[in-house]
């Protein structure tokens, strides 16, 4: 199995190009099940989820072909409605393709991607509001089998919590559906504004009508597109805290960050020194490090897929700091790994308070979850000596060559198996 292994301490210093967004990219593809047309996307990252989330496309009918920059998704053929627990179990994203199935075939069956290592994760949001759609369900031996034999039809749904799959759900699928829909207490995560344009961009009728709130007239018909992907602001959020912890200083490009605004802000008052421009933010670590209160939120709010990364900065900080996990309710796992390295973090439920002023250890560590992952790399990066991160094929799941771009701004990092 490989492992990367970490010499630490390194400021980090060049530039950084972000790759497209992993959670952008799932969606968008999981919508070109919409139609037997041809799309163009482009940009998609070169990571793990997306090779499966190709493969399941693939499992379903579709025919894929790289082009240069650009992946072709040819539906010309696509006729199959099953998605295994083989392919839905290692990304739950593959729930994603159950509204478009179902908005086109009128079935579709489809494993449950069941629990996670970072909480429960049910999908019963999803599956109500399909149901107000026209959706008939049973789960059967970890599958959701689900007809709507009339096709499906527009309604008001209000989601009961704030769901990002469920919204994307729900959007794709009503985008056919006949008549009307209206979706509110809608997730407005960035990478959901770029579903619709891909959506509009087919022909979809699809109109924001309150901050919230999403009005969409289903079509008959959709067109073919070429379509850009977002960046990746995860990604990006996690190489400004690389610098930032390093105290180093980073040139994050090809972002837009209007998007990032809370994780700047957050940035800002931590003590970096940040530079914006159109496309890139330039973060310069400072000396000091501040004590933090943070709390995860739903869009705009701090993401929890950033929880990790900062919780590894403020352990440097000058003072403790706490952090509430609002989104998931077992996303700490990183932190007995942290505490292995030195760090004095201890939680309550869904906070963690963490005292400051550490200094990082190496040591030899193990991966949990995607997030939880590169926050030990980011640990490893300031402890001095050699640290080892085994399990990294969570890693891979989210970070397009990391090692490869952590090596370009200085950082001794190799992949050994
Ligand atoms: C997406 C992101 C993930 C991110 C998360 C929150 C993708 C591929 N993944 O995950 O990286 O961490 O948003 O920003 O985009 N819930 C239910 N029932 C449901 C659905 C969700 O109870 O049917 C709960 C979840 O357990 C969780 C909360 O709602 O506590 C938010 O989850 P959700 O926004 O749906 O996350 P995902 O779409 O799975």
Redesign the pocket.
Known sequence: MQKLEVFGANKLKGKVKISGS??AS??ILAATLLSSKKNYIKNLPKVK?IETMLILLESLGSKIKKNGNKILIDNTNQNKTFASYNLVKTM??GILVLGPLLARFKEAKVSSPGGCSI?????????KALSKLGVKYKINQGYVIARAPRGLKGAKIRFP??????T?NLIIAASLAKGTSILSNC?I?P?IKDLVNFLKQIGCNIKWISRRSVKIKGVNKVYETTFPVMFDR?EAGTYLIAAAITKGNLRVQNIDPKIIKTEIDILKKIGSKIIVKKKEVQIMGGKNIKNMKIKTA??PGF???LQAQIMVLLCKANKSSTIKED???NRFMHVAELNRMGAKISTNGNKAIIKGNINFAPAELMATDLRASVSLILAALTAKGKSIINRIYHLDRGYENIEKKLKKVGAKIRRIS
């Open positions: 992993k959670n799932l969606p989820d739950r994203a909480g429960l994760r049910p999908i019963d949001i999803h599956l919590k704030i769901s990002v799959g469920a994307e997730a995560e990478e995860i739903p869009y993401p929890t897929d989104i998931f309710e």
